[in-house]
C-alpha cells in the first residue's frame, strides 16, 4: 500500500511539469485530430474542369436540374426537392412531388451524395446516374410514363439540341434519359461541401472549438464511428436501424418501414438502411428516413439508444451536437438556377 502511494506520488511528480492547461489542451487535440483522420477523409472543393466538353457537361447537368419542364405537371424539377435554401433537402418528413403526391420517405441533401457507395435510403439506386434517370419515371416525382415522354418535353425547348449535342459531341441522338442521367451525375459530383471539421481533419486544430472537439471525441469514443465514417461521415454501408431497441417505439411511427428488406426481399435486411452521411445535418430536418423526428438533439438521443444502447446526458447530447454544426458547409456557388432557356414560339 505505501509503496503503491510512494510510486503515485513519484508518477504524479514527474507528470506535473508537463500538465501545465495549455500544453494538456494543445495535446489533446493533436491526439484527437490523429484519431479522427484514422476514421474520416477530409473532403475539398473540386477542381473545375478545363476541357470545354465536361464544361458543358457540367453546365447542361446543373441546367436540367433545375429544369421543371420535364415533369408530367411542369413544376417539378430535381431542386423542387433539393433546394438551395434547405441545404439541398426539402425540410418536409416526406416530400411532395408532381400532382402533389407524397414520396414514401425524406429527401436527404444531394450536397455530399457523390460520397455515398449507394443511393436512396435503402441503397435501391446504385448510382447517381441511375437515381436520375429513374426520378424521370418516379410516380411522386416527375411522374412521366416513360423515357420517351420526358425526352420529348426537352426536344420541345430548342436550345437543348445544342447544349446536348455540346456536351455528348460523339452522339448523334444525344437527347436520351442515359445523357440525362450522366449530366446531372457530373453536376452532382461537384456538389461538396468542406467545413471547419475538414480544416481540422487537415491539421488546423483550431477549426473546431473545445466544445466541438469534446463532441468529436463522444462520437469516436461512443461508437458512433462504427457507422458513421469515412469521407461522407456515413454512407458507406448499410446498416440495421434498431440494433439493440426497435427504432419505431422510439421515433413513434405507427407503421416501420422494413428498409431494405423490402427491396431485396430478404429478412435479413429487415429494418436495414443506408447509414445516413451526417454532413450538413445540422440543416436538413427533419430526421430519419421518415422525417419522424424534427430535433437534432433528439434525433441523437435516439440513435444512442437504439444502435448503441447507450442513454446520453444533456451534456453528451449538446456536445454531439455541437459537433454535427461542425460538418456544415457553404452552399456551392453553382447551386443556383440558370436562367431557362425559351420555350418554342408558337408558329403564326
Ligand atoms: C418530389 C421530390 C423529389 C424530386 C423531384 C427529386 N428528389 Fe431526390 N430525393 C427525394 C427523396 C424523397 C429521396 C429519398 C428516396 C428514398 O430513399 O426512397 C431522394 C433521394 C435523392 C438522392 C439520394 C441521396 C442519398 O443520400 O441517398 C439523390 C442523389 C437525389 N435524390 C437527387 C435527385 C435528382 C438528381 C433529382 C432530379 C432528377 C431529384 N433528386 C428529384 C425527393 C425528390
Ligand atoms: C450501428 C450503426 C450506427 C451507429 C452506431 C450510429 N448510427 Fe446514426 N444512423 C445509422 C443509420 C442506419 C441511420 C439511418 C436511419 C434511418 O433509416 O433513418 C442513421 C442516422 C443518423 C442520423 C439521422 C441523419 C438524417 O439525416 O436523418 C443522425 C443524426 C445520426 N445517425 C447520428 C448518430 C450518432 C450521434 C451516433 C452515436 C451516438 C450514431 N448515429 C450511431 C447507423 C448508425
Known sequence: MKAVSAALIRLTLIALPLATPVKAETN??????????????????PVAPQDSVSVQRLELGRRLFFENRVSMD????CAFCHLPDKQASDGLPKSIGVFGKENPRNAPSVFNAALNFKQHWRGDRESLEEQAEKALLGPASFGNPDAATAMGKLKAIPAYAAAFKNAFPDEAEPINSKNWGRAIAAYERTLLTPSKFDAFL???TAALTSKEQAGLRQFIDLGCVGCHNGAGVG?????????QSDYWKETGVAVPDKGRADVTKNDADLYVFKVAGLRNAAQTAPYFHDGSVADLNKAVRIMAKTQLGETLSDADVAAL?????ALTGKVPANYAAPDPYPDAQERK
Open 28 to 45: 489533446d487535440a493533436a491526439k484527437l485530430r490523429v484519431d479522427a483522420a484514422a476514421l474520416f477523409m477530409p473532403i475539398a472543393t
Open 74 to 77: 411542369g413544376n417539378i424539377s
Open 202 to 204: 487537415s491539421g488546423d
Open 235 to 243: 454512407g458507406g454501408s448499410f446498416q440495421k436501424f434498431g440494433v
Open 321 to 325: 451536437v455541437a459537433f454535427l454544426g
